[in-house]
């Protein structure tokens, strides 16, 4: 039964987890197969334990254009090899639709790109809002080896998820501790739009 009357409901920090939400996703090592460049370490890292990576807190909303659906994505910390827990990254089917970010705690970066190769890396810091426009997948990474990147989203209930584009091609970029600090480097294994069977 969907709640038509306004509502509110709290984000405690730290922690993130919303005091209301209808699901709750986790995404383990296991659903990132050949996502991170060391597949080696990959490998190593599942044959060990099918570690926890992120949670997603989602108050559903009606998947209709008109509606907004929102909650609270937490990336937790640590390395596959030398580089960062992150989100899968996705497309929104429906291409034409946006999403915001509002960063609550712990640092990190959005990764982002568009089919035809355009790329961005935004910083993802407390009180930093972000705005994703149509076309561009997301990928958060949280770069703190110690805390939680807790971020507040928002987007079209009529979006949708498109994993499988990234799962085939990757991300252009790819972002690595190094000393210490997070580094931006090329993705080895990227696609780029010629190789890939779309329509461009
Ligand atoms: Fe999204």
Redesign the pocket.
Known sequence: MIDNRPYTFNVALPGGIPNRFELHTRRTLKSMHGQYLDIEAYNDKLSKEDTLLYEVYELSRPEVAGELIHGISIVHPGLVGNEYFMTKG?F?TVLDTA?IYYVLQGNGKMVLETLQGDWAIEELTPGKMLY?PPKWA?RSVNTSLEHDLITL?A?PGN?G?DYGTIETQGFRKLILIENGEPVIVDNPRWQEPAQREVDL
Request: proline letters at 0%; hydrophobic letters at 35%.
């Open positions: 996705h929104h999403e994703v997301h989203f987007y979006a998820h």
